[in-house]
């Protein structure tokens, strides 16, 4: 398991950490990065990705996420081999 976090205030990667003590306990090889210390390489090699992300303010993604963006999902890759899942997290309180 490959978990990345992109978190503004530290509550992904909190959670980010937990799922990977749970997954440890549970005898699953893991591994947790920021978004921005992800290369491509990490998940050409990676199997199953858990990306743990969280908005803060009125619902903006967290700035990791941007050269994240910038880096990785603008390159010309083969991920198709990747299981993958997201965790996105935000408040109720946001505007609509």
Do not use: C, M
Request: no cysteine.
């Amino acid at each position: 398991w490959l978990i990345a976090y992109a978190s503004q205030t530290g509550v992904s990667e909190q959670l980010a950490w937990r799922t990977a003590t749970a997954l440890q306990e549970a005898r699953q090889p893991v591994s947790v990065k920021a978004v921005q210390q992800l290369s491509l390489e990490d998940l050409q090699q990676a199997e199953q990705v858990l990306f743990v992300a969280s908005t803060y303010g009125t619902g903006e993604a967290p700035d990791l996420a941007s050269s994240f963006e910038k880096k990785i999902l603008s390159a010309k890759a083969d991920l198709n081999h990747l299981n993958y899942a997201v965790l996105a997290l935000g408040s109720q309180e946001y505007p609509d």
